[in-house]
């Protein structure tokens, strides 16, 4: 993995190559599991918690990228990113991923818990060493993605609450299945790219979709029920659990407008674009009412 930017890359390219609206997401997550818990008002805590998350997505963005720069050139929808492009020579995405990454686990180290810190290095450790490498080898890479991507809500909830209790597993178990009819949906739309780069994944590997949209259909079925469990818990209010109900009720009609055929197409976009929006209307919903309405 070699190659020289052709000049001074700019402040937009090194910020497209940490991937912000990915990162952002891993940041709101740990925000959500943050306040989720309840914590005592610690402003500063709340800003190193936010900071630390910032750096540790986008560390591991750019280090993906860096991984990845071989792939991502031969792909419609990635021949653009800074390094292919070569707008960002490999080595300074090498040391600024890394460089992120360290400065992410030292602060929250020292300045948020030790608990935090070590979710973060896992997180670190689950997308690098294994969500990247298995997207070559195996058809089960988004649900080895899934995990790495469901952690982000117990940096938040541990740094609160210096543990995790069950509302807090219960956001990873939110984050990990949506993920899966999100990605599916995602893979299905650009599965010919995946395809031309050899990436064996059930879209590349179920030339009908069939397969794909049943498995995008059970996931959205578990990530319903674990989303009602806050309120069966007596973790959340039933204000909560009727709004988790109807966005719920919302995300299976488009999970199961995926399964026909004759339209699957469209259906990918759809779910796609329902699952961007379910996301904060459901944790929206549940910090609201676990900090207004109990």
Request: aromatic share 12%; charged share 15%.
């Amino acid at each position: 993995m070699s190659g020289n930017a052709p000049g001074g890359a700019r402040l937009a390219d090194y910020l497209e190559l940490t991937k912000p609206r990915l990162s952002l997401l891993s940041v709101v997550t740990a925000l959500v599991g943050y306040f989720s818990a309840r914590p005592t008002h610690d402003p500063a805590r709340v800003a190193f918690l936010a900071l630390g998350a910032s750096l540790a997505a986008g560390g591991v963005a750019a280090l993906n990228q860096w991984i990845e720069c071989d792939t991502d050139a031969r792909m419609n929808r990635t021949a653009q990113r800074p390094i292919p492009t070569g707008r960002i020579a490999t080595g300074s995405a090498f040391v600024l991923g890394w460089g992120m990454c360290f400065a992410a686990l030292i602060m929250l180290f020292t300045r948020v818990g030790k608990l935090s810190a070590l979710f973060t290095l896992l997180t670190i450790a689950s997308y690098l060493g294994c969500y990247t490498p298995a997207k070559r080898l195996s058809r089960w890479s988004t649900e080895i993605g899934a995990v790495a991507g469901a952690l982000p809500p117990l940096i938040g909830w541990s740094a609160a609450e210096g543990g995790v209790s069950a509302l807090g597993w219960i956001l990873f178990g939110v984050l990990f299945f949506w993920q899966i009819p999100h990605f599916m949906a995602i893979a299905w739309i650009y599965r010919g790219d995946y395809r031309a780069v050899n990436f064996p994944m059930l879209p590349v590997r179920d030339p009908s979709g069939g397969r794909v949209a049943r498995w995008s259909l059970g996931a959205t079925l578990a990530l319903v029920a674990v989303s009602l469990l806050p309120s069966f818990l007596g973790l959340a209010s039933a204000w909560y659990a009727a709004w988790a109900g109807v966005v719920g009720a919302c995300f299976l009609w488009r999970a199961a407008a995926f399964i026909r055929a004759a339209d699957r197409d469209r259906g990918a976009r759809r779910l796609f674009l329902f699952s961007l929006a379910y996301l904060p209307l459901l944790l929206g919903a549940l910090v609201a009412d676990r900090l207004l309405l109990r």
